[in-house]
């Protein structure tokens, strides 16, 4: 497609549940970008795709957040056991080269 | 590391006016710079960005943004804003380095509000 495509645009979740987003990059964009939003809106990077492989993970809290982007499917942001301040919006973009173009992101609520 | 800082968090301005919005970044490897446009409820679109070349860069919607490399600045300017205008702005940067494309470094956002 011809735009960065992104669902749910929202969703909520109790404390501890489960939390799976999904993106779908422009077409022939190689790279893939998730940032998470936070209320003062700072704009936090949280892991980088060149096609399936990762390509900078530096920003993933690890321990209950993974990723995956596997070829004919929409990439994935998978939070495990949400926590109350995961609560932001999640961005993904997409690239070809340098120029990264941002889907309408996903709201999550955790309460 | 690299950093971006926007100094101003809001910028009132009335409708017509000139407005400038400020940029500067730190970093040890040459940039690529940008600024994207949030409104409300929505995600970032690209205004304009600063690849190479030309260091004074244009929209399609009249705003400019110059490159100075010695003050490490990417001001964004528009020389008479619309109400439409009104949105959150955000300077971010990501290293050149070869080997593939690299995440973006934000600020904080400068919320411009225009008025009548």
């Known amino acids: 497609g011809e735009e960065v495509a992104q669902t749910p645009k929202h969703l909520v979740r109790g404390e501890g549940q489960k939390a799976k987003l999904y993106c779908a990059p422009i077409?022939?964009?190689?790279?893939v970008f998730w940032y998470q939003q936070v209320l003062k809106n700072e704009f936090k990077f949280l892991i980088s795709?060149?096609?399936?492989?990762?390509?900078?993970e530096t920003g993933m809290p690890k321990e209950r957040f993974s990723a995956k982007c596997l070829p004919n499917s929409p990439c994935s942001l998978e939070i495990q056991a949400t926590k109350l301040e995961d609560s932001a919006v999640y961005f993904c973009?997409?690239?070809?080269?340098?120029?990264?173009?941002f889907g309408p992101g996903t709201r999550l609520l955790v309460l | 590391a690299q950093s971006v800082t926007q100094l101003d968090s809001q910028v009132p301005v009335f409708e017509e006016a000139p407005v400038e919005l400020r940029c500067n970044y730190s970093s040890s490897v040459s940039v690529y710079l940008f600024w994207y446009v949030q409104y409300p409820n929505q995600g970032l679109q690209l205004l304009l960005k600063?690849?190479?070349?030309?260091?004074l860069v244009e929209s399609i919607n009249g705003f400019e943004a110059e490159f100075n490399k010695s003050q490490t600045s990417f001001h964004l300017r528009k020389p008479s804003v619309h109400i439409s205008d009104t949105a959150e702005y955000f300077c971010a940067v990501s290293v050149r380095r070869g080997g593939g494309y690299n995440k973006l470094i934000f600020g904080a956002g400068t919320r411009l509000a225009v008025h009548p």
């Open positions: 077409k022939g964009h190689s790279y």
């Open positions: 600063y690849l190479s070349g030309s260091t």
């Open positions: 973009a997409s690239s070809r080269r340098e120029t990264q173009y």
């Open positions: 795709f060149q096609n399936e492989n990762v390509f900078d």
